[in-house]
């Protein structure tokens, strides 16, 4: 079992940053890829960026040049600044881990707001 706890988010104007952290517990060596997901009002839970074992890294199209994930060098810890956020950011940001059999993982998400 791998438990995720993220911090970091609040509130913040148009074009500020913020930064994000998800620590993981449990059988942190079992984890290979780690990453962000979003749900904001009424929308789907859409990925926002991932960073594999190899660290490795895919973003979605809206974030790609603004946003940018990595992790600690323990593999136990990610990260994700955020920098010009824009107001369409606005969401829950979720932590998500998985394993190699397909396991995944969820922390219980961290609010961003960003006010226009």
């Known amino acids: 079992q791998v438990q995720l706890v993220e911090s970091g988010g609040g509130l913040v104007q148009s074009g500020g940053s913020l930064r994000l952290s998800c620590a993981a517990s449990?059988?942190?060596?079992?984890?290979?890829?780690m990453g962000w997901y979003r749900q904001a009002p009424g929308k789907q839970r859409e990925l926002v960026a991932i960073i594999t074992r190899a660290s490795s890294t895919n973003y979605a199209d809206s974030v790609k040049g603004r946003f940018t994930i990595f992790r600690d060098g323990a593999l136990n810890t990610v990260y994700l600044q955020m920098n010009v956020l824009k107001p369409e950011d606005t969401a829950v940001y979720y932590c998500?881990?998985?394993?190699?059999?397909?396991?995944?993982?969820w922390g219980q998400g961290t609010q961003v707001t960003v006010s226009s």
């Open positions: 998500y881990a998985d394993n190699l059999r397909a396991v995944v993982y």
């Open positions: 449990g059988s942190i060596f079992s984890i290979n890829n």
